[in-house]
């Protein structure tokens, strides 16, 4: 069992490496793109709740004080993929979309007493979307121009692999830290065309190739309460930074009547960056029964840079530009109910799970704020039962995501999220009878 545990793991970095996780929204066209969950199975149960959650059978990575948690016996392996239909509006106009993106694969073991180690590989960005819209540019100065056609296109991501340890120095203290490498291209590209060929057109290609690194340091923190409760708080800080990369603008003039192109080629240096992220959150844990707790995340968008394009006297300038975001919000509630999760009973372990959250975004569109978010889910935790391993777990959720503001394209997505956590008891010993 272990070797095909083993070369599934590997089978699945490589998979997850190879393919981005898809999005069909137009809100994915700026910044770094559309902000990945981030979270395993369970996690997304509760809506992305986990900065205060310590749990000895899966693996928690938004938090890596969490590590330490993880049973001495076994090795955690977790992967995940999620189906989504998008609803879009914007004046009356509807319009659907499907993705099924393969999520994440992670794993975890006990190293020694007290300390943990986790590994795995999860997307951080997705950018993807294509639409164009017409509209009516007659003027003076082209008599017979009656419409322009305008196409919005990208697509690429970040993803993010990751090698973490927890470590609890005292009893009730835990500290921790992920150390990721992060790679992966943002193409975007913006288009025209009219109906009257006599018309010149401008075309823009954006283009940017990420390859850096990623710290997050955590530590978490679990007092007794009473004889039946404990409280655990948590909390994390991601340092920001300059990613390195120098994006890099075509802008290609065409003559509708010759053919002939003229390109001109710009580059920002290190126009790219990573937001300061702290993360606060505590859980209330009834009896190994019921778990409630909450998380607020801060990023710290509204200080770093992005690349912009702005018209220079005629001549263009691409550089790196400052407030061109808003600093991010979002604050989470959420919970797990298990009667007895080492019953013999099927019933009595499986977990019921329910979250919400709320989010400001980050994006600042022709000076609005972009899309505020809404988002709840509901789902349960499966026990896998057979001849060898009972401690397997099946996490099934769904989720609902509205994003939303005025005068801008609606959002409404609803996801199903399924996770598969392996659960093996490598490294229990023998004992002679």
Known sequence: MRKILLASLFALMSLAASAQSGTNSPYSQYGLGLLSERTTGFNRGMNGLGIGFRLHNQVNYLNPASYSAIDST????????????TNFSENGVKKNANNADFEYVVAGFRLARHLGLS????????????????????????????????????????????????????RGLSIGFNASYLWGSLDR????????????????????????????????????????NWLTLGAT???????GTDPTCLVVTRNSQTGVADTTSFTASNAYELPTEISAGFMWNYANKFRFGA?????????????????????????????????????????????????????????????????TNYLKINDQDGPKEISVSAGFGIPIVNGYNNRSILNISGQWIRRSATSLIKENTFCINVGLTFNEEWFSKWKMQ
């Open 237 to 243: 800080y991601t340092p920001g930074h300059k990613l």
């Open 119 to 170: 590994a795995g590989l999860v997307p951080l960005t997705n950018v993807g979307y294509d639409y164009s819209y017409t509209v009516n540019v007659s003027s003076d100065k082209y008599d017979a121009v009656t419409t322009a056609t305008n196409t919005f296109a990208g697509s690429g991501g970040l993803h993010e692999a990751y090698l973490g340890m927890g470590w609890e120095p005292f």
């Open 74 to 85: 076994t090795f955690i392996f977790d992967a995940g993929l999620s189906l989504q239909v």
């Open 295 to 359: 998380d607020y995340n801060l990023q710290k968008w509204g200080s770093v840079v992005t690349p912009a394009y702005t018209e220079n006297g005629g001549t263009g300038l691409y550089a790196a530009t400052k407030n061109q975001f808003s600093d991010r919000h979002k604050v989470t509630l959420g919970g797990e109910y298990v009667n007895d999760e080492r019953s013999r009973n099927f019933f009595k372990r499986i977990r019921y799970r329910a979250g919400a959250s709320y989010a």
């Open 189 to 228: 590209s913006v288009a025209n065309s009219y109906s009257e060929s006599t018309v010149n057109t401008v075309s823009k290609y954006y283009s940017a190739s990420v390859n850096s690194y990623k710290l997050t340091f955590g530590a978490q923190y679990t007092a007794k309460v009473s004889r039946r």
